[in-house]
């Protein structure tokens, strides 16, 4: 049994994606909900509501009268939930695997409604595009990626070595793809290269916002799910990238990404900002702290109000100067801004009213307008960050076929390497008893690791389970663990450098984690360790290093596993040597 369901803050179903045994049973638990004749097959959001009325409810007085929700809780005969929040929106994983799993896809899932929907969260001014996109890369990852690939395990792309003259190539076709991208009058593009699941090179202009790491993961799951549905692949898709974390512009940026699958198993991707990125970010950061101050509003928290208004006040007029710096016209956009100033002048009062008395009356007041306000807020942000129609895609085919002629001479040999990128056999002369090892940036987003193949000594379960292993304790702060079993000796290591290579040495994570554990201060994630839900790397290096800017801290992951007969001090050595091994082939500077 498999399912996800969302609901909105009226506790109405506004997206389900249930599989056939957990709507049969459904089915079987409440046959009196469904009409005569039904099926399990015709469930329905009306439905569904009566049989998660109650945990919903509870849900809500939870945060509302505690503000601790339930993250998950287990039922009988292995059935476990797990549960998430995103603007207002709760989602409601459902499934028969264990706790930590499903948090993981239940973050995944979260992910890529940001992506898909920015800030319009299953809106009806949202396209039904979106809504089968999301139900396709929820299916993909869930059935076939996440249990088959080291990509969408580790939330990490492999990286495919080629010399520097092919390299060369590859990034004078995605130079050439950009030149044309601006004669066409796209000055923020970027156009990047894979092939099969492989990141060969990447390109972009100069005015563009750096992809972050989560972005490239997130275009490769959403290109591999389109591709098991489509043999040949040629596609605009409208999507919302992060963007990196310290950028002020980032968080929600409108792009078109034309998907082409170019010949030997090349795929192109091409990614078009088109919209005003100043109000783009500031919508997107109003839109967040409007539901903290709603979430506030309900626990009745009116100390903590009055700093969380300032900072809606701040967002709102960020947002109304970006628009009139934008010059954006048209009739909508004027109608919408006019509706919108008047909604949030009629609500500034209320608030000035309500800080001056603090009277439940007037807080009940700005309860019952905020939901128009949010509804001129989606529109707007509709309008102004939502409409493409304007982008020329029509040429995006030919650039894909200028990129593929320039490197046709080297496409076959491309697709041959990707089939044998990296091999533990060339490692065992310098490593032995190495069995297989993954190398991750976490700073770039990007792997290094042999290929599972069938006739290795590791299997794919055993990589599976050590890497779970690896992120429990994780999570209670160890950024070493080694261990071993009958059969093998595993390692895992996590560490920072600076923009030099130079290793830092943060703080005492273990001591961090049970100091802070009673305390509202404590690196808590919502998410598993990972990048698609939230960059969990990032987030940890900001704890680690607090005085440090953002972005100037790079973090790396190892996970080595040898053969049992291989001594802890071999092993460690081996990881080391093996680190600096990676570096040079890999060109980084470690």
């Known amino acids: 049994m498999n399912g996800l369901i969302v609901f909105n803050s009226a506790n109405d179903v506004v997206f389900q994606q249930l599989n056939t045994a957990l709507a049969e049973h459904f089915f079987a638990k409440n046959p009196d909900l469904f009409p005569e004749n039904a099926t399990a097959a015709s469930i329905d959001g009306n439905i569904i509501l009566q049989i998660f009325s109650p945990i919903i409810n509870s849900q809500r007085i939870m945060h509302c ?9 287990q039922c009988e005969k292995g059935l476990n939930f797990a549960f998430g929040d995103l603007l207002g929106y709760t989602f409601v994983k459902i499934g028969q695997r264990p706790v930590e799993i499903l948090k993981r896809h239940l973050g995944v899932a979260i992910a ?7 800030a319009n969260l299953f809106a009806p001014q949202a396209s039904s595009v979106q809504e089968e996109l999301l139900s396709t890369c929820l299916e993909s990852y869930e059935e076939h990626l996440w249990d088959e690939e080291q990509t969408m395990l580790l939330e990490a792309l492999p990286r495919l070595l080629v010399n520097n003259e092919l390299n060369r190539v ?3 076709a995605l130079d050439a793809a950009l030149e044309r991208l601006k004669e066409m009058g796209h000055l923020r593009t970027h156009a990047l290269v894979f092939v099969t699941n492989k990141f060969v090179a990447s390109a972009a202009s100069k005015q563009a916002l750096p992809l972050s790491p989560s972005d490239l993961v997130f275009l490769t799951l959403l290109s591999r799910s389109l591709q098991r549905q489509h043999r040949q692949l040629n596609r605009s898709v409208a999507v919302f990238l992060q963007g990196v974390s310290h950028d002020p512009q980032s968080g929600c940026v409108p792009c078109i990404a034309h998907l082409s699958q170019l010949s030997k198993g090349v795929l192109l991707v091409q990614v078009i900002e088109y919209a005003n990125l100043q109000v783009a970010s500031s919508m997107y950061d109003t839109f967040f702290v409007l539901q903290k101050i709603v979430t506030l509003q309900i626990q009745g928290d009116a100390d903590a109000m009055r700093p969380t208004y300032d900072s809606l006040e701040s967002f709102v007029k960020q947002t109304l100067e970006a628009l009139k710096r934008s010059k954006l016209k048209g009739d909508e956009v004027d109608t919408s801004l006019k509706k919108f100033i008047s909604k949030w002048d009629n609500l500034k009062k209320m608030y000035a009213d309500f800080f001056r008395s603090v009277e439940r009356e007037l807080l009940v007041r700005i309860e019952s307008n905020i939901p128009s306000f949010m509804d001129e807020l989606k529109q707007l942000f509709t309008l102004t960050c939502c409409d493409s129609s304007s982008i020329a895609l029509d040429q995006l085919p030919d650039v894909a076929a200028l990129v593929e002629g320039r490197i046709l001479e080297i496409s076959e040999f491309l697709a041959v390497k990707a089939e044998r990128n990296i091999t533990i056999d060339a490692y065992l002369e310098d490593f032995p008893g190495l069995i297989h090892f993954v190398y991750v940036n976490r700073t770039t987003g990007l792997m290094i690791a042999p290929d599972l193949r069938a006739n290795q000594l590791i299997s794919k379960e055993r990589l599976w389970s050590m890497v779970s292993f690896t992120r429990n304790y994780l999570k209670k702060g160890h950024t070493t663990v080694m261990w071993k079993d009958k059969t093998f000796n595993y390692s895992y290591f996590l560490w920072f450098e600076d923009q030099s290579g130079v290793p830092m040495k943060s703080i005492d994570m ?4 049970v100091a802070s554990a009673l305390s509202s201060n404590a690196f808590k994630s919502q ?4 990048l698609l839900a939230a960059d969990y790397y990032q987030q940890l290096a900001e704890v680690c290093f607090p005085k440090v ?4 801290v790079k973090c790396y992951e190892l996970f080595c596993i040898h053969l049992g007969l291989v001594t802890s001090t071999c092993a460690v050595e081996h990881s080391r040597r093996l680190v600096a091994t990676i570096a040079d082939l890999a060109g980084e500077n470690n």
């Open 65 to 73: 009268q505690f503000d601790n929700t339930y993250s998950s809780f």
């Open 112 to 118: 890529l409604a940001r992506h898909l929907y920015g």
């Open 170 to 172: 590859v990034h004078s």
């Open 510 to 513: 273990q001591q961090h984690m």
């Open 527 to 530: 998410f598993e360790p990972g």
């Open 549 to 552: 800017t953002p972005g100037k």
